[in-house]
């Protein structure tokens, strides 16, 4: 069972998302009933949510991590990623042939000028070459 989410910092206290596994023949069609059960034991989601600021929690087990000190890494059978403390992508591994691929990214912006045009919707117009903000932007 996992969490509704109404914004991104507030969970629904009244809607569930229930998932479970089938095996379904091509094209097959089955129908489910979902009944409510007083000796039921749900598997609740749990969460670990970096620089999240989630108040009422209801029923799940939620984390909130302000800072960390090291990458955040997530994987399933078929790739891991890893995150740098910022929250943005470093790294991808296929796990299907052990494949790294080195992900960078970087921000640039420009400024406007003072003149009497300015950028908008049609021009652009900037106030010289971009500014490059602390990240880098690659692919391999």
Known sequence: ????????????????????????????????????????????????????????????????????????TLENSFVKLRFDQSGLLEEMINKEDSKHHEVKVQFSWYGTTSKKDKSGAYLFLPDGEAKVSANELSCE
Do not use: C
């Open 1 to 72: 069972m996992s969490a509704v989410w109404n914004t991104a910092t507030t969970i629904s206290q009244t809607a569930y998302e229930i998932s479970f596994l089938v095996q379904m023949p091509p094209l097959g069609l089955k129908v489910y009933r979902i009944l409510e059960s007083a000796s039921s034991d749900p598997h609740l989601a749990e969460y670990v949510l970096h620089n999240g600021n989630v108040k009422d929690k209801g029923i799940f087990n939620m984390k909130n991590v302000k800072s960390t000190e090291e990458d955040i």
